[in-house]
């Protein structure tokens, strides 16, 4: 064995880790991954091919380009009517150099991070990883925040509370009503609410994502974290940022330069665009998981013993279901059945039989997914 740290040690064999590190056989219906089906839209790429002829290719200032850095602004204005400078914004790595960076800025050994459950795994992951402390606060059986067992849960630890909104591995949208006095019981015990809005404009029709930036009477409070991956479908390109109230500018920048140094210059470019230039290639992909998700959703509910939540936001379908084995163990068995799904429990303990499909992936791929769940549910049933 060798010699990792204390830290390490705690996330290693998870399910997050093994999953992450599993070899796929050839021909795996892939019903696991968060990745859009889709190319990046032509206008992206051209501003990104632009900004490689003007010679950006050398370290981008450290916080972030000021075309990009702007260009966020701009974008917090327009759908949260709040006014931000840039000095609140900070370019990251995708959504996940931006998650390290607050669990490593605010958690000192045994400071505690409140994190709903089911909620993204990383939260967890990187938390022990840096020797923090999750405290998974289960929802209620709607799937939607408890806000008396939050509340339950607040010690004189707690540093940060972390939300998904909408929720992965859930596909649920927390209502206004619900971040409303989340914010307010996080401004009354002096916690930091973050949250990670990286589904924020894959909406089912009829759901609303209400931003939380648009909270501006916590403003001082609130952080966002956000990325290009999947509204713009840029998985690859690695491009996200942070906001933070303007005094904590400094420090942020500070571990997050520490850990990822300046993001790609002509990303960053490319990122302006997607911004700032016309935004039908993300209704059109929008329109595309509507009808996945309600696919998938109807399949789902036609085979026996699944019991999917109706998708709201995201592109996740979470299932409950009623065979009398592990989520890790369904997991195990559909994969060697020829489909990757992910086990509930991954992503929390309430997670126990449930299981996350993905609908980001073509509808030839659901169905040929769905019918392999379906024959396994027959047969186990
Ligand atoms: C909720 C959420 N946040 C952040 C990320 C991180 O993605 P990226 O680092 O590509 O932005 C993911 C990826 O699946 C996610 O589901």
């Known amino acids: 064995m060798r010699n990792y740290s204390e830290n390490v040690l705690q996330t290693m064999g998870g399910e997050r880790a093994n999953h992450m590190t599993l070899k796929r056989p050839k021909g795996m219906i892939q019903l696991d991954s968060g990745t859009p089906s889709f190319p990046t839209p032509d206008h992206i790429c051209d501003a990104a091919k632009k900004a490689l002829d003007d010679g950006l290719t050398h370290y981008a200032p450290g916080q972030g380009d000021p075309e990009f850095l702007q260009a966020v602004c701009e974008n917090i204005e327009r759908e949260c009517k709040s006014n931000y400078s840039t000095d609140s914004v900070i370019a990251t790595n995708g959504g996940s150099s931006g998650i390290y960076t607050i669990m490593t800025a605010f958690l000192g050994k045994g400071d505690e991070v409140i994190l709903m459950d089911p909620t993204f795994s990383l939260y967890s992951h990187v938390a022990k990883q840096i020797g923090g402390t999750p405290v998974n606060v289960p929802h209620g059986p709607d799937y939607h925040l408890d806000l008396q067992a939050i509340r339950d849960a607040i010690t004189d630890k707690t540093k940060l509370l972390l939300i998904c909104n909408p929720n992965n591995p859930t596909g649920l949208v927390y209502t206004q009503k619900e971040l409303q006095s989340l914010t307010e019981l996080c401004s009354e015990n002096n916690i930091i609410l973050v949250s990670d809005e990286a589904y924020a404009k894959i909406l089912q029709p009829g759901f609303k994502h209400i931003p939380l930036l648009s909270f501006k009477e916590h403003k001082n409070n609130l952080i966002l974290l956000d990325t290009f991956s999947k509204t713009y479908s840029m998985t690859g390109w690695r491009l996200g940022n942070m906001v933070v109230p303007e005094d904590m500018n400094s420090v942020i920048f500070g571990v997050h330069r520490s850990i990822t140094g300046p993001i790609c210059s002509f990303v960053q470019r490319a990122g302006a665009a997607a911004l ?39 592109f996740y379908l979470y299932c409950r279901y009623t065979l009398p084995i592990l989520a890790s163990n369904l997991r195990k068995k559909l994969w060697d059945a020829g489909v990757a799904i992910r086990s509930g429990t991954e992503f929390g303990k309430s997670g126990e039989n449930h299981v996350r499909l993905t609908y980001s992936v073509s509808e030839e791929t659901i169905k040929k997914g769905m019918q392999v769940i379906s024959e396994f549910f027959k047969k186990t049933t």
Do not use: T
């Not at 595309?288 to 709201?312: D, H, T, V, W």
């Open 276 to 314: 700032r230039g016309p935004q039908d290639c993300v209704s059109e992909m929008k329109k595309e998981y509507e009808k996945r998700g309600k696919l998938m959703y109807e399949l789902a509910k036609n085979i026996s013993g699944l019991i999917p939540l109706e998708p709201q936001g995201g």
